[in-house]
């Protein structure tokens, strides 16, 4: 079965300070990981994916994310947090066989403070 | 252009009523989603269509009934809703496949009275 864990329900850090969104998942097959973003009361916003390739793989708003296939992980990193970043944040996962099926994590809140 | 339509932005009804949701793109899309989400949580998916046949359904109950008239439009009709059922309605739509991203639209924010 496939599955999503975001360990943490809300990551707080002061603007300007590296920032991480941490993702865990179990999927049979080769994974197709994803992150997205939301803010109140919208739709969820795309921000980056892996596929294949490189493990380190950047994406909108000098996000990135970093692939670790033993460790079945898929953090997403900012070096330097804007209080604009302060949103809630999915991790999805789908499966090269399952087609347009998304698995999404439960989901963190990120504060950042100025 | 990468955008998902949806209209109306919000809607309120009660519970002998029947809407309609309704969203539209231009991306040439051929899968296209409903989700329904709950505050603070993940999207939960209900329906997905890829060439304008339903693929995947969720168990949804039969008061919510998708429609994909064509390419660029997906509905979902509404009938005999329960309060519980009172949520952010998200549309979503991508490539065919598991790698694509998909596409979301701001939503319908549904509440039944």
């Known amino acids: 079965a496939q599955s999503v864990a975001q360990p943490e329900d809300q990551v707080n850090v002061a603007e300007g300070n590296p920032l991480t969104v941490k993702c865990t998942y179990s999927?049979?097959?080769?994974?197709?990981l994803f992150w997205y973003v939301q803010y109140p009361n919208r739709g969820l916003q795309f921000l980056l994916k892996?596929?294949?390739?490189?493990?380190l793989v950047k994406g909108s708003y000098g996000f990135e994310a970093e692939f670790n296939k033993s460790q079945t992980s898929f953090h997403l990193k900012k070096p330097s947090a804007l209080v604009s970043d302060s949103a809630l944040y999915f991790c999805?996962?789908?499966?090269?066989?399952?087609?347009?099926?998304?698995?999404f994590g439960s989901g963190t809140k990120l504060n950042v403070k100025p | 252009d990468t955008e998902v339509t949806q209209t109306p932005k919000h809607l309120v009804m009660g519970m002998t009523n029947k809407k309609s949701l309704k969203c539209e793109q231009h991306?040439?899309?051929?899968?296209m989603y409903w989700y329904k989400q709950k505050a603070k949580k993940p999207p939960e998916l209900m329906f997905v269509?890829?060439?304008?046949?339903?693929?995947i359904n969720e168990s949804v109950p039969s008061r919510f009934s998708p429609e994909c008239p064509n390419s660029s439009l997906l509905n979902l009709h509404l009938h005999a809703l329960q309060p519980e059922d009172s949520a952010l309605y998200l549309c979503?739509?991508?490539?065919?496949?598991?790698?694509?991203?998909?596409?979301f639209g701001p939503g319908t924010r549904l509440t039944v009275t």
């Open positions: 979503a739509s991508s490539h065919v496949g598991g790698s694509y991203e998909q596409y």
């Open positions: 999927v049979s097959g080769n994974p197709y």
């Open positions: 892996y596929i294949t390739g490189d493990n």
């Open positions: 999805a996962v789908s499966a090269e066989y399952n087609f347009n099926k998304f698995y």
């Open positions: 991306m040439g899309h051929r899968a």
């Open positions: 269509y890829s060439y304008e046949k339903l693929s």
